[in-house]
Nanobody, 126 residues
Framework: QVQLVESGGGLVQAGGSLRLSCAASGRSFSTYAMGWFRQAPGKERELVAAIRWSDGYTYYAASVKGRFTISRDNAKNTVYLQMNSLKYEDTAVYYC???????????????????WGQGTQVTVSS
């Protein structure tokens, strides 16, 4: 049974930092990409960052590039999202997801991800 368990969300002031963690279990993710999505009220779920588990290749949305860093720890089967210089508009529920690679391409669309965590709330106060 595949499980993705997020942690690390919370309330932070604008300009602050948070680190999200996603512990993955239940299968090998060597042919998967791990993504962090977010969804704010009334908005569509969007990909924030993704990492290819095999070689660490990363993808970032333009809105977070330079502020967020995605990384993985193979030994712990855990993916992290370090979020710095947080803005009010970063407020959302953040989800960890695992999506199968096709031709080694990192998927950027939510429906291409097979497994999802339960989500963790990130609230940035202005």
């Amino acid at each position: 049974q595949v499980q993705l368990v997020e942690s690390g969300g919370g309330l932070v002031q604008a300009g602050g930092s948070l680190r999200l963690s996603c512990a993955a279990s239940g299968r090998s993710f060597s042919t998967y990409a791990m993504g962090w999505f977010r969804q704010a009220p009334g908005k569509e779920r969007e990909l924030v960052a993704a990492i290819r588990w095999s070689d660490g290749y990363t993808y970032y949305a333009a809105s977070v590039k330079g502020r967020f860093t995605i990384s993985r720890d193979n030994a712990k089967n855990t993916v992290y999202l370090q979020m710095n210089s947080l803005k009010y508009e970063d407020t959302a529920v953040y989800y960890c997801a695992a999506g199968r690679l096709h031709s080694n391409v990192v998927p950027t669309i939510a429906y291409l991800y097979d497994y999802w965590g339960q989500g963790t709330q990130v609230t940035v106060s202005s």
